[in-house]
């Protein structure tokens, strides 16, 4: 039989555990001063889903998770892309999302920027010669930035919009 007590005594496998990560850290550094610059201390971004497989999108939201936390650096995500700065666009354009996505991008204040990410929505991905699918979102919007990746890490995620606020300080 096992001593219960072993458990409560014994030295903890977290205990070791490191919270801090110095990349993320002096990337959101620099990308809060130059959001801040840029677009007057926060950027609003919409989040449009034009035919994915969510792998995306979970990477997405993993930015909100507290190890990320991308609201400290002075970017959120907003409901709506009349609130928007820039429109997020994941996966790769099917026919019958094409109306949808126009109408968000025509929603959207200007000046509007648009991020393709993933390899779907960069191009099309796997799915890019399927009869249902436009392909890549630049067959139907003006892209500033594209982040390849199936799917790309949150810190990739990261890097392509500061390289997006580095284009539009410019």
Do not use: W
């Not at 507290?66 to 666009?89: C, K, Q, T």
């Not at 594209?146 to 410019?170: D, H, M, T, W, Y």
């Amino acid at each position: 039989m096992v001593n219960p007590f072993t458990y409560i005594f014994r030295s903890k496998m977290t205990e070791e555990f490191e919270f801090s990560d110095a990349e993320l850290e002096a990337l959101g550094s620099e990308l809060k001063t130059e959001v801040n610059k840029v677009f007057g201390h926060s950027l609003a971004i919409r989040e449009l889903d034009s035919g994915s497989d969510n792998s995306t999108e979970i990477e997405i939201s993993n930015l909100t998770t507290p190890h990320y936390d991308i609201e400290r650096f002075g970017i959120s995500f907003v409901a709506s892309p009349r609130h928007a700065d820039v429109l997020l666009v994941t996966g790769a354009v099917t026919l019958n999302m094409v109306e949808a996505v126009l109408k968000t991008y025509e929603a959207m204040p200007s000046p509007k920027f648009v991020v393709a990410v993933g390899d779907d929505a960069c191009n099309g991905g796997i799915y890019k010669d399927s009869y249902a699918v436009l392909g890549g979102v630049d067959k139907i919007l003006p892209v500033d930035v594209k982040i390849p990746g199936n799917p790309p890490s949150p810190k990739e995620i990261l890097r392509g919009i500061f390289a997006l606020v580095k284009k539009a300080s410019q």
